[in-house]
């Protein structure tokens, strides 16, 4: 099987080189059944993808451990759920799935456009192939998912216990999607570029693979950020980590675009400036990608060992100096229609706004490559941690926060200081009701998370008066009641009010950073049972040491031999507030030089965090037993001497027992963070709020719809 | 199992090749067919008309909803009744002149179609 999925490698290759050549040559020279030829090469590669996908998840599923990836990455114990998903766990299968979705969604945008553009599209379809055959070529000549070793090992390696989570399973596919959704605008940017027809028909067929983009994107970001606060023991969500990075920066130049490709729909401005964000979010995407895989910088999620980075290099010179001429020779097509009418207008604060996103990728951008330009520059390795991001970030996210909620409130075009004083009065109203409640609660010693508490407040007040009075002009517009006019009015105008509620999320998300981030209580200490320490306002006692041994008490499979912790009771003013029972797992290792026990607990061990989670605070534990106390430690030797491999386990439940019996001082780490909670619902706001926004009317509705306003619009413009 | 990879390889190449080639026959059919019946074979550049069509159609959807927006503005006391007035004027007017060069599209297209009949 291996063999088919190698085979359709190479398929997949010169279908890739077929399609190019057949688009370019179509639009050349003005055949459009060669066009359309290139377009179908996608189609086409997408099913030889997706049957080189299915024949190593097979492979996965069979435990066929002559497949080297299975191998490295799965095991017989390995549940079936983590043993799906573990494709992707390897350098080889994420390569072949980065392939595999862009082929799917270029197949997608490409089916959706087939009758527009088509100068444009048979372009486009050109480097999207460009982008799947160098994808392909990786696979063929660096990393092949479909390797194999005959004879095929009796067991697997087993997978990463860092990634037997379920939100790390499906975070690289929404990631990933995210990623290849980017390459699509790019990949009509250039269209658009080569064929100049940088207009209003490019601007629709693009919006909702940006936003698409967008949407997967920042799922992805989000589930990233849960793994990291639930399950990797640091206790945060953001890290400042370069593959956090690498996925923030073309999020951030997505969020600009998108709002941008507004003011150009209306206005036909800033044609340079959206050309270059679409051409910047896929290099972006495929820089992500290229931190992700190439392993050249250091990363706690970075998983990719072998060298790709020579090519992904080359790749990224191409574009980036493509980009560059493309924007260049073109510019004067890319020449505004309009100019800005005044500086109080929507379309003014749309420009503020994306200068803040940019600024911020920017800072990013340089905070995450800083490391190799140096290191290249100076031959020395530096990096840069999270205090200088927080430093230049933290204020640009203020700001941003604001203009999210002064945007709303005015027109297009242009706006009268008398308007927006009116428009602004109750949002100030209650950003400055904030402002004192919270400076009397003793927040103002946190200026910066007491001006995000209040930016946010604004926002919300903001968009609250804007649903308020849109449905009061709907009810007397249509007669509805309030309920059905508020239906309406989103329906209707499901841009306006989708954004509305992305900005809602975005003012929640940064609301619960700020809180969790500037009033969080921490501590690190050893306890031995019964001794408690205290954390903000809460006392944590350790009650009792716990253990558990697979396959019976390994609810979460995780696959750890043993996991051993804690039971830690949580009181405030001496009410029981809630237990913690934090853990950590030990895992097989699989080297023989261990010793038969050793090996069964030599792996890396894992901290099995416990949140208790809830509207005002979470109370976060994690715990780092010592298991190399006097006691444990001859149990280990002991059994290493005298048992089998197939006896060894009895030595883990000695340990497991006698840890109960006879526990070490462990090591804890506890965090009381409020409202953590709102960053994952605010996260869902937005997301929520893309969905509405994104939504298409339904046909019939759109048709009549248009039809009634065509009808009324030649009526009235007749009269004028 | 070598037998049925290969069988397998096979059959993905036939497939590839029958939707890769399928609007090239087509293409080859249509000439055949012109060729036969005595007309000039189709073209096969890109006409002009279709493309500047989407675009003006765009262009209108995107201005209806620019002056919705206007209009929504004003109702939600974004705007003042002059200015909206004045902006409302713009946009219609703007309008007019993408439904004037969507019109000429049409009578340019039908004045086409007249004399290919003729």
């Known amino acids: ?720 | 199992m070598a037998v049925l990879i290969v069988i397998a390889v096979f059959v993905l190449i036939g497939l590839i090749v029958l939707v890769v080639g399928t609007p090239l026959r087509r293409a080859a059919l249509q000439r055949a067919a012109a060729a036969a019946g005595g007309a000039a074979p189709p073209s096969g550049e890109t006409s002009e008309e279709p493309l500047r069509r989407a675009e003006l159609e765009a262009a209108r959807e995107a201005k209806y909803r620019e002056i919705r927006d206007a209009e929504m503005d004003f109702r939600t006391g974004k705007l003042s009744e002059p200015d909206y007035r004045a902006l409302d004027g713009e946009l219609r007017a703007e309008a007019l002149r993408i439904l004037d060069a969507l019109d000429e599209l049409d009578r340019a297209s039908g004045r086409e179609g007249s004399e290919q009949i003729g």
Request: hydrophobic share 50%; with cysteine.
């Open chain 1, 1 to 720: 099987m291996a063999g088919l999925g190698f085979a359709c490698l190479l398929l997949a290759l010169m279908v890739c080189a077929y399609g190019i050549g057949a688009s370019i040559y179509g639009v050349r020279a003005g055949r459009p059944e060669f066009s359309e030829s290139g377009r179908r090469a996608v189609y086409a590669l997408a099913g030889v993808l997706t049957v080189a996908f299915l024949v190593l998840e097979v492979a996965f599923l069979r435990n066929d451990f002559g497949f080297n990836t299975v191998a490295d990455t799965s095991s017989r114990t390995t549940p079936t759920f983590y043993r799906a998903a573990a494709v992707w766990s390897s350098q080889e299968g994420s390569l072949l799935l980065w392939a595999w979705l862009l082929s799917l969604w270029s197949s997608l945008a490409l089916f959706l456009t087939r009758r527009r553009m088509r100068d444009v599209a048979a372009y486009a379809t050109a480097v999207l192939l460009g982008f799947a055959g160098f994808f392909v070529s990786l696979m063929i000549f660096y990393a092949n998912p479909f390797a194999t070793t005959r004879p095929a090992p009796a067991e697997g390696v087993g997978l990463d216990p860092l990634l037997r989570f379920p939100t790390m399973m499906i975070h690289p596919p929404m990631l990933y999607s995210g990623y290849t959704l980017c390459t699509i605008p790019l990949a009509f940017g250039v269209g658009a570029l080569l064929a100049r027809r940088v207009d209003a028909d490019w601007i629709k067929a693009i919006r909702r693979f940006a936003f698409a983009g967008w949407l997967f994107l920042g799922a992805g970001i989000l589930l990233g950020a849960r793994w990291s606060y639930s399950e990797l023991g640091w206790g945060g969500y953001w890290g400042w980590d370069a593959v956090e990075n690498a996925s923030l920066m073309p999020w951030l130049t997505a969020t600009a675009f998108l709002h941008s490709l507004m003011i150009q729909e209306k206005r036909g401005m800033l044609k340079v400036w959206n050309v270059s964000l679409v051409l910047a979010t896929g290099t972006l995407a495929i820089m992500g990608t290229f931190l992700v895989r190439s392993g050249v910088l250091n990363s706690i999620h970075a998983f990719g060992g072998a060298t790709l980075g020579v090519p992904f290099v080359c790749l990224i010179g191409v574009l980036i100096a493509g980009s560059i001429y493309l924007v260049v020779s073109r510019r004067e097509m890319l020449r505004s229609e309009n100019r800005l009418d005044s500086l109080l207008s929507r379309e003014s604060i749309f420009l503020a706004n994306n200068l803040v996103l940019v600024g911020l990728c920017f800072v990013i951008f340089w905070g995450t490559y800083f490391p190799l330009i140096s290191e290249a520059v100076t031959g020395q390795e530096s990096s840069v941690g999270p205090p200088w991001f927080d430093r230049y970030t933290v204020p640009l996210a203020l700001v941003l926060v604001l203009l999210s909620g002064i945007g709303p409130v005015i027109a297009w075009r242009r706006a009268t200081l008398a308007n927006a004083r009116r428009n602004f009065m109750i949002p100030v109203a209650v950003a400055l009701i904030a402002l004192g409640g919270l400076a009397a609660a003793g927040i103002a010693r946190k200026p910066l998370a007491l001006a995000m508490f209040c930016a946010g407040a604004f926002v919300l007040a903001v968009v609250a008066q804007e649903f308020v009075r849109g449905t009061r002009v709907r009810k007397a517009m249509a007669g509805e009641t309030a309920p059905r006019a508020l239906l309406s009015l989103v329906q209707r105008n499901r841009r306006r009010y989708g954004g509305y509620i992305v900005h809602v999320g975005i003012a929640v998300l940064f609301i619960g950073v700020a809180a969790s981030s500037s009033f969080q209580h921490a501590t690190e200490l050893q306890l031995r049972p019964g001794q408690s320490t205290k954390v903000g306002a809460y006392t944590l006692r350790y009650v009792r040491p716990t253990a558990s041994i697979t396959p019976k008490y390994d609810r979460a499979h995780t696959g750890s031999t043993v996991a051993l912790g804690a039971e830690v009771a949580v009181t405030k003013g001496g009410h029981r507030v809630t237990t913690l029972n934090p853990s950590e797992g030990y895992y097989s290792s699989g080297e023989a030089s261990q010793g038969t026990v050793g090996s069964l607990i030599g792996g890396q061990p894992v901290s099995h965090v416990s949140i208790d989670g809830g509207a005002t605070r979470d109370i976060w534990g994690a715990i780092q037993p010592n298991i190399e106390s006097g006691r444990l430690k001859k149990i280990v030797e002991a059994g290493n001497r005298t048992l089998s491999p197939d006896e060894a386990i009895v030595a883990i439940g000695l340990l497991a027992r006698e840890y109960l019996k006879h526990a070490p001082p462990a090591q804890f780490h506890f965090i009381v963070s409020p409202l953590v909670l709102w960053i994952w619902v605010g996260g869902l706001i937005v997301f929520l709020g893309g969905l509405v926004a994104a939504w298409p009317a339904p046909s019939l509705v759109r048709a009549k719809a248009a039809a009634r306003f065509r009808a009324r619009s030649s009526r009235e413009l007749a009269r004028a």
